[in-house]
T-cell receptor, first 114, second 110 residues
Framework: NAGVTQTPKFQVLKTGQSMTLQCAQD?????MSWYRQDPGMGLRLIHY???????DQGEVPNGYNVSRSTTEDFPLRLLSAAPSQTSVYFC?????????????FGPGTRLLVL | LAKTTQPISMDSYEGQEVNITCSHN???????ITWYQQFPSQGPRFIIQ???TKVTNEVASLFIPADRKSSTLSLPRVSLSDTAVYYC???????????FGKGTSLLVTP
């Protein structure tokens, strides 16, 4: 299994541009999430999904859209990039069971908005 | 979601045992306690999870007192490669998403 993959690894945008960060997992996990991590900070939840067709907002959803048309993919869209969105973005997928739950994280996308 | 409090940073020498304590006073009955490790430029990695008492795996031990209002991650005989940020999370397993705080930055030196 490839686990959780993210593309691109790095991206530079100009203010106002839009783009989509891709995330895919091949573990058949129902739950997927997007986080952002700013320098010296922990991870903050942007959006999450509990299954195909179902998404919800996390702690910092403004300026981002998500969709979940398949179990495998969970893209994150920046509608109009702003310098405040400069960050490292992590996608995660989650297995859940009777007494165990772990999140598997992708390698991250480093985004710079000028 | 239950709020967690953990030290911002800790220092240790190689070969020592490191204990990182996390407070979660408003933990709910269905909540589990999960610890993650994050190296620079990488996503967090699951270390250990528990509900009560003690859990041990090949990497660490997790001690949870009876009232569950705190937990302690124990790393035996740390090495330089254990230098990382450690996050304590509390949440239930309905659990699509957990929120991470700033974590504890552990520095291991020779």
């Amino acid at each position: 299994n490839a686990g959780v993959t993210q593309t691109p690894k790095f991206q530079v945008l100009k203010t106002g541009q839009s783009m989509t960060l891709q995330c895919a997992q091949d573990m058949n996990h129902e739950y997927m999430s997007w986080y952002r991590q700013d320098p010296g900070m922990g991870l903050r939840l942007i959006h999450y999904s509990v299954g195909a067709g179902i998404t919800d907002q996390g702690e910092v959803p403004n300026g981002y859209n998500v969709s979940r048309s398949t179990t495998e993919d969970f893209p994150l869209r920046l509608l109009s990039a702003a310098p405040s969105q400069t960050s490292v973005y992590f996608c995660a997928s989650t297995t859940s069971g009777a007494n165990q739950e772990t999140q598997y994280f992708g390698p991250g996308t480093r985004l710079l908005v000028l | 979601l239950a709020k967690t409090t953990q030290p911002i940073s800790m220092d240790s020498y190689e070969g020592q045992e490191v204990n990182i304590t996390c407070s979660h006073n408003n933990i709910a009955t269905n909540d589990y306690i999960t610890w993650y490790q994050q190296f620079p430029s990488q996503g967090p990695r699951f270390i250990i999870q528990g509900y009560k008492t003690k859990v041990t795996n090949e990497v660490a031990s997790l001690f949870i007192p009876a009232d569950r209002k705190s937990s302690t991650l124990s790393l035996p005989r740390v090495s330089l490669s254990d230098t990382a940020v450690y996050y304590c999370l509390v949440g239930d397993n309905s659990g699509y998403a957990l929120n991470f705080g700033k974590g504890t930055s552990l520095l291991v030196t020779p």
